[in-house]
C-alpha cells in the first residue's frame, strides 16, 4: 500500500495561507483568459531538474486519456523515463500507444529531419539521406535553432496534422526551454526567405495561439525551484511567444496539525508525558515524536517557498497544488495518483 | 596543498586537499551550487591557500551568503569581515566568480582574432550573436574554456566548479571535442569556400542545392561569412578545445557527483559516475543532499507506530485536557512517521544500488532550513569535510 498524501491543497488553506490558491479558472480573469488546460493542443511541460516534471507530463496525458482524448507524450531527452511510469518500454521517434488513448514517442532531430525531408521536399529513399543527415547535423551545428526547429517544428506539425487531440512534451529543463521555444521566433528573425522561413511562420502561428499552446512550469515549493519558476515566468513571457499556461507546485506536504493540534502536540511532548506514552506503547515514542517535528518544519519552510510563488505570479494563473506522494516506487501507480490530483485541481 | 600522502582520498577534505580542480556535477535541483560554495568555504578556512568557486548559477542567493552585492564575470575576493561574521578565521583567500556566457565568447573571440577588423566584425555578426547568448551547448563549452583559462592563469590553489544544469550531463565533457571536430570538418570547408567556385565543386553540390531549398541563399551567406571569419581563429580554437579536454582527464582534476536519492536525480547521478569512469575520468566522491534521517527507517520503531496509529485514544487517555484532539494527534504523528518511513526505505534502496566507485561517499542530512549565509555554508562543508 502506498499512502498519499491526505489533505491534498490544505497547503493552501488554514491561518499561513488566507485566500489560498485554487485550480485553474476560478482566479480572478482566469476564466476568460485561460482556456482550461486538457482544451489546448500542446503543452510543454518544463522545470528544474529532479521537482518532477516528468511524473507530471505522465499524469497530464494519463489524465487527458480518462477523458476520451488520444494523447501524444513526447520525451525530449529520450531517457525512457516517461514511458516506465507507464510500464512499457522506452519508445523511439515512432509513437507506439503505451496505455490505453495514450501513445508515445522520443524526439530524435534526426529522424524528424528525415521525416522534414520526406515530407517538404519530396527527397527520395532513406539509403541517400545518411551523408546528408551527416551534412544537415552539421549545418544544425553551425547555424544554431536548427536543431530546436526540427525538435518543436515536429510537435507543431503533430498538431497541425491533428493526428492526436492533444500533444504532451516533457520538455527540457527551465534553463533550456526558452532557447527552444524562442528558436523559431530567432530563426524568423535571422532567415528572411527560404523553405525554413515558410516553415517557422506557421509553426509561430501554432506556438503563438494561446488557445492551441501552453506551457506548464513545474516547480516544488523549495526554494531554487520557486526562485527559478518566477524567472521562468518572466523570461517566457520575454522572450517567447508562447503562454504560460499553469504552475503545478509538486511535493505539497500534508498540513500536520492546525494550532490546536499542536499545542496538544507539544503537552503529549512534555517530559512526563512522553515517558507514560513510551511505557503504554511499549517503546520510546521520541523518534515518532521527532519525526513529526521535522514533518512540522519542512512543510512551514516550504509554506513560506509557496506563497513567494503564489505572490510573484501573475494574478489569475492557475497554480496546481500535487501532494507530496509517500510511495515505494514511481510507476503506473503514481501516474495515476498524478492524474487524479491534476484532475481535482482543476475541477473535473 | 600536499596534505595527503594517501594515495586514496577517504574523506572529502583530502580529496580537496589532493586535487587542483574539483567539477561538481550531476542532476539539477540538488543543491550543487550550494555544495561547490560551501566546499571552497570549508577549505579556505581548514586548509588555506588561494580558493576560487566558479559557479554559473546566477542565484543572488550565493552572492548574498558570500557578502556579495553580485557576482560577475571576474573573480572577486569574499572579505574577511564576511568570515568574521559566521565566527571563522580564513587561513587562505576564498574568491568566486559567475560565468556570463556571452562575456566568456568575447572575451574568447578578443584573444584568438588575428586583428580588430576580424574581431569587430565577428562581434557584430549576427550569428556570433545568437550562438554566444543563447544556445545550450556554446554555455557547456565556455564553462569549460572558462576553467582552462582561469586554471592556465596559475592563480588559484584550488578551483571549484559548479557545472552547468543539464539532463544529459555529458555535453560539456562532450563540448570541448565537439568544438574542435566542428572546427576541423570537411564540411566547415565546403560551407566556407566562396559561392562561386560551389558551382564547380561536385562533391559539395548536392549538399548546397539541398541547404539552398532548406535555409534559403541569404542565411546560407551569412554562414559563410561567420565561417570565414571564424577559420582565422581555427589553429587556435581547435588547440585550446583539446588541451581543455586534457586538462578536464588530468589526475589533478577530480569530479564530485551530487545528488539527491529521489528517484530521478539518483539514476542520472549513477549514469554519470558510469560515463565518468568508462572515460577515465577521476570520480572523487559522491555527496548524497537531503537524506532522510536514519531513525525513520528503524523497524522497531515502525511496529510502534503502526500499534500506535491504531490505539491511538488509549495512548493518550488523561495525558492532555482535550482527549479527542490528542487521540487524533497521536494517530496524525504515527501515521506521518509511518508515510516518512516508506520514504526512507525507499531512499536507502536507492543508495544501496548507486553503483560507481568513488574514493568518498558522503550523505548530507536533510536541513529544517535553507542556507543563507556563509555560517550555513560552513556548517554544510563541516557536515562533507570528515
Redesign the interface.
Known amino acids: 500500500m ?2 498519499s ?1 491526505r489533505r491534498r491543497g490544505s497547503a493552501a488553506s488554514g491561518s499561513a495561507h488566507p485566500e489560498g490558491p485554487r485550480g485553474a479558472g476560478t482566479g480572478p480573469g482566469a476564466v476568460t483568459a485561460a482556456p482550461a488546460l486538457l482544451d489546448l493542443r500542446l503543452v510543454f511541460v518544463t522545470g ?5 516534471k ?1 511524473t507530471v507530463a505522465a499524469g497530464l496525458a494519463q489524465l487527458a486519456a480518462e477523458q476520451g482524448k488520444r494523447v501524444l507524450v513526447c520525451e525530449v ?1 529520450a ?1 525512457g ?1 516517461v514511458t516506465s511510469l507507464f510500464e512499457a518500454p522506452p519508445t523511439d521517434f515512432t509513437p507506439r500507444e503505451i496505455a490505453p488513448g495514450v501513445w508515445s514517442m522520443s524526439m530524435d532531430t534526426e529522424a524528424s529531419l528525415r521525416e522534414y ?1 520526406k515530407l517538404h ?1 519530396r ?1 527520395p529513399v532513406v539509403g541517400r539521406i545518411g551523408p ?1 543527415a ?2 544537415f547535423d ?2 544544425a ?6 536543431r530546436e526547429i526540427l525538435t518543436v517544428g515536429k510537435f507543431c506539425w503533430e498538431v497541425r496534422e491533428s493526428h492526436y487531440d492533444l500533444v504532451v512534451v516533457d520538455a ?2 527551465s ?2 526551454i526558452v ?1 527552444q521555444l ?1 528558436a523559431p521566433q ?1 530563426i524568423n528573425d ?8 515558410s516553415q517557422t511562420d506557421w509553426m509561430l502561428d501554432i506556438l503563438s495561439d494561446p488557445r492551441q499552446t501552453g506551457l506548464v512550469a513545474v516547480c516544488t515549493p ?4 520557486v ?1 527559478e519558476t518566477l524567472e521562468l515566468a518572466e523570461r517566457v513571457r520575454a522572450e517567447t511567444t508562447v503562454r504560460l499556461s499553469a504552475v503545478v507546485v509538486n511535493r505539497v506536504l500534508p498540513e ?2 492546525g494550532q ?2 499542536e499545542e ?2 507539544e ?2 511532548r512534555g517530559l512526563g ?1 512522553q515517558e ?2 513510551s511505557e ?6 521520541s ?6 517535528r ?2 512540522v ?2 512543510r512551514r ?1 516550504r509554506s513560506a517557498h509557496l506563497q513567494r510563488l503564489q505572490a510573484g505570479l501573475p494574478d489569475g494563473l492557475p497554480i496546481l497544488l500535487l501532494p507530496y506522494l ?5 510507476g503506473a501507480r503514481t501516474t495515476r495518483q498524478v492524474a487524479r490530483a491534476l484532475s481535482e485541481e482543476l475541477g473535473l | 596543498m600536499t596534505a595527503s600522502q594517501a594515495p586514496v582520498a577517504k574523506t572529502v577534505g583530502q580529496l580537496l586537499a589532493a586535487k587542483d580542480i574539483v567539477i561538481a556535477c550531476g542532476p539539477g535541483g540538488v543543491g550543487k551550487t550550494t555544495t561547490a560554495a560551501s566546499l571552497a568555504a570549508t577549505a579556505v578556512v581548514e586548509q588555506g591557500g588561494r580558493v576560487l568557486v566558479l559557479t554559473v548559477d546566477p542565484a543572488r542567493r550565493l552572492a548574498d551568503a558570500l557578502g556579495l552585492k553580485g557576482i560577475g564575470n571576474d573573480e572577486v575576493r569574499i572579505p574577511d569581515e564576511v568570515f568574521a561574521r559566521a565566527a571563522a578565521r580564513p587561513r587562505g583567500e576564498l574568491w568566486a566568480a559567475m560565468l556570463d556566457t556571452k562575456q566568456s565568447w568575447d572575451d574568447l573571440i578578443r584573444t584568438h582574432a588575428p586583428d580588430e577588423e576580424t574581431r569587430e566584425q565577428i562581434l557584430a555578426n549576427p550569428l556570433y550573436q545568437n550562438i554566444s547568448g543563447r544556445f545550450v551547448q556554446s554555455h557547456d563549452y565556455i564553462a569549460m574554456e572558462r576553467l582552462y583559462e582561469i586554471h592556465c592563469e596559475g592563480t588559484y590553489d584550488l578551483i571549484v566548479v559548479d557545472t552547468p544544469p543539464t539532463r544529459n550531463a555529458l555535453d560539456f565533457l562532450d563540448a570541448p571535442q565537439r568544438m574542435a571536430d566542428f572546427f576541423s570538418s570537411r564540411l566547415l570547408r565546403w560551407l566556407i569556400v566562396p559561392y562561386r567556385s560551389r558551382l564547380v565543386n561536385v562533391a559539395s553540390r548536392p549538399f548546397y542545392q539541398v541547404a539552398d531549398r532548406i535555409l534559403g541563399t541569404q542565411f546560407l551567406a551569412d554562414i559563410s561569412e561567420f565561417f570565414i571569419l571564424f577559420q582565422s581563429m581555427y589553429t587556435g580554437f581547435v588547440e585550446r578545445a583539446e588541451a581543455v579536454t586534457r586538462l578536464l582527464s588530468d589526475r589533478r582534476t577530480t569530479f564530485m557527483v551530487v545528488s539527491t536519492l529521489e528517484a530521478t536525480p539518483v539514476r542520472e547521478a549513477e549514469f554519470f559516475s558510469a560515463e565518468l569512469s568508462a572515460r577515465n575520468l577521476h570520480l572523487g566522491a559522491i555527496v548524497l543532499n537531503k537524506v532522510l534521517p536514519e531513525y525513520l527507517r528503524d523497524p522497531k520503531t515502525d511496529k510502534l507506530a503502526q500499534s500506535m496509529a491504531s490505539h491511538a485514544a488509549d495512548l493518550a487517555e488523561g495525558l492532555t485536557d482535550d482527549p479527542t484532539v490528542a487521540a487524533r494527534v497521536v494517530r496524525e504523528v504515527a501515521e506521518s512517521f509511518l508515510n516518512f518511513g516508506v520514504v526512507a526505505r525507499r531512499e536507502a534502496e536507492q543508495q544501496a544500488e548507486l553503483r560507481g566507485t568513488p574514493d568518498v561517499l558522503v550523505t548530507v542530512p536533510f536541513y529544517d532550513a535553507d542556507i543563507y549565509d556563509l555560517e550555513g555554508l560552513l556548517r554544510l562543508g563541516a557536515q562533507v569535510w570528515d
Open positions: 502506498s499512502r498524501g528544474k531538474g529532479g521537482v518532477g516528468t531527452d531517457k523515463d525531408l521536399l527527397i546528408l551527416k551534412a552539421f549545418v551545428t553551425a547555424a544554431p535553432g536548427v527540457p529543463a534553463g533550456h532557447g524562442a530567432a535571422l532567415v528572411k526567405v527560404g523553405l525554413i522561413r523549495e526554494e531554487m525551484p526562485s500536520l496539525f490546536r493540534e496538544i502536540f503537552q503529549l508525558n507514560v506514552l503504554r506503547a511499549g517503546g520510546s515514542v523518534p515518532v515524536l521527532e519525526a513529526a521535522l514533518a518544519t519542512l519552510t509517500f510511495a515505494r516506487s514511481f
